[in-house]
């Protein structure tokens, strides 16, 4: 069973400053979605990375993909209120019993403070 | 054009019932995939659908159940529920190809009282 880590558990800051959240696992995935989701609803997708080394920019979030494609991270520029809520990291393993499925890590709590 | 919709957005059931929730894929979507989301916890894939077929299914027992219909929409069936069934139950479609991204829906609260 492929388990992806993501780190920290919560995580608590002042408006203005950066944050870094991390995603690893022991296994190549095949492809990695990055989610936020606000408490009662569905996860919104923030991005895809496909190709180990892979930059990606959304405003103030910048993604990155590991070159070996075990590990990504998700970097917040000057946060603001209006960033609080979960993030999560998302998976697709290739082959196996893994197939199409999608598989999640535990989720960031992110609350920023004014 | 419409995201992935679902019903009811909540759901109270007395424990032994069955529940039926309905999810409706982004149009053009084939693919239809349905998670469990338990207070404090991750988002625990149940199953897979893909034209018609279940491709793929998570570490839940038979009782969970699902199909999907000639026009890809979708349905999860919850028999013999348990309190411990609570939950957000997510759907998300994307298309065939399995690197593409997956859009959720905005969920349904079950409750087993």
């Known amino acids: 069973t492929q388990l992806l880590e993501q780190s920290p558990q919560f995580l608590s800051i002042q408006e203005g400053e950066n944050l870094t959240v991390y995603c690893n696992s022991s296994s190549v995935f095949s492809s990695l979605q990055w989610y936020r989701q606000e408490p009662g609803e569905g996860p919104v997708l923030l991005v895809t990375?496909?190709?180990?080394?892979e930059v990606k920019k959304l405003k103030r979030l910048t993604f990155q993909f590991g070159d070996a494609r075990k590990d990504s991270s998700l970097h917040i520029t000057a946060a603001q209120t209006g960033d609080t809520g979960l993030y999560l990291c998302?998976?697709?393993?290739?082959?196996?019993?893994?197939?199409?499925?999608?598989?999640f890590g535990q989720g960031t709590i992110l609350t920023v403070h004014p | 054009e419409a995201g992935v919709t679902q019903s009811p957005t909540h759901l109270i059931k007395t424990r032994g019932q069955q529940a039926t929730l309905r999810c409706s894929p982004i149009?053009?979507?084939?693919?239809v995939y349905w998670y469990q989301q338990a207070l404090g916890l991750g988002l625990q894939f149940l199953l897979w659908y893909d034209e018609g077929e279940e491709r793929n299914r998570g570490n839940f027992p038979p009782r969970f159940s699902g199909r999907q219909f000639p026009n890809y929409s979708s349905e999860l069936n919850v028999n013999a529920l348990e309190l411990e069934d609570s939950a957000l139950y997510l759907c998300?479609?994307?298309?065939?190809?399995?690197?593409?991204?997956?859009?959720f829906g905005q969920g349904t609260r079950l409750t087993v009282v």
């Open positions: 998302a998976g697709l393993y290739a082959g196996g019993t893994s197939y199409g499925k999608l598989t």
């Open positions: 990375v496909v190709t180990g080394g």
């Open positions: 149009s053009g979507h084939t693919s």
């Open positions: 998300a479609s994307s298309l065939w190809d399995t690197n593409t991204e997956a859009f």
